[in-house]
């Protein structure tokens, strides 16, 4: 594969592809072979007897699909039944996860730590009984309207900061450090100590209005996860509504 598509395929043109690189035959091969395991395991060790994805990991791996999506719980063997699962969408993330090692010393905080710091989106899932009480979500005072042609101000901006910044420091905040993205890198950008919140037990009142995953650890406990509603999530990221001026 020549260079310049080999830089498209991972997005940037300008990329100057190292002499060394195993890249170009690597995607060749991937357009040419109807297979996986045609490809030599020198440049791909997915579907090779010899990868390392076949020896024993300390991490147990549990697909669950649910009506909406399908998650990753991970769960570090030898870690406390009251510590939390690792609740994944992305499978790339949950290879990265085995590849770095993280978890082997049966702790799941280090797997904690690295995500956030990486801003991978995830959830801590907190095992709790099967009759556990959900609370509605809160609601929370959105950033406004404003009237049609508004044009935004410093002030504006100015509030902005001030209330995504308070919001983030109470105790539904620290959700936002599992979004990933720029919800969580704002999130990180605000909480200096991020790692630590991040660790931490949920508040209960945060956790029961989350989301509760159809997946049991031991038949006697289900996953809950905490999460933001649509109106903390904007503002977060500065959301307010403009009117067209229409009907």
């Not at 905080?109 to 956030?116: A, K």
């Not at 936002?176 to 790692?195: K, P, Q, S």
Request: proline share 7%.
């Amino acid at each position: 594969m020549q260079d310049k598509a080999c830089g498209w395929t991972l997005g940037d043109e300008t990329w100057s592809v190292p002499p060394e690189s195993g890249l170009p035959a690597l995607f060749q091969h991937i357009l040419d072979a109807n297979d996986l395991k045609a490809i030599p395991a020198n440049l791909m060790d997915i579907a090779s007897s010899n990868s390392d994805l076949d020896n024993e990991w300390n991490i147990k791996i549990k697909v669950l699909r649910l009506p909406d999506r399908v998650l990753f719980e991970l769960f570090p063997h030898g870690s406390h039944s009251s510590s939390p699962s690792i609740l994944l969408e992305s499978a790339a993330a949950v290879l990265q996860v085995l590849r770095s090692g993280w978890g082997n010393n049966s702790d799941v905080e280090t797997i904690i730590r690295n995500l956030v710091n990486l801003g991978v989106a995830f959830f801590p899932g907190w095992p709790r009984p099967l009759d556990y009480t959900p609370l509605p979500p809160p609601i929370q005072p959105t950033l406004g309207r404003r009237h049609a042609g508004y044009t935004p101000t410093l002030v504006d901006f100015g509030v902005y900061v001030e209330r995504r910044n308070s919001f983030l420091r109470s105790p539904r905040g620290r959700v936002a450090l599992f979004y990933g993205g720029i919800v969580g890198r704002l999130a990180r950008l605000v909480l200096t100590d991020f790692e630590d919140l991040a660790c931490y037990d949920p508040y209960e009142d945060v956790l029961k209005s989350g989301v509760r995953v159809e997946g049991t650890r031991d038949g006697e406990t289900v996953l809950w996860h905490e999460t933001l509603t649509e109106d903390e999530v904007g503002i977060i990221c500065g959301v307010y509504a403009v009117e067209t001026g229409m009907f």
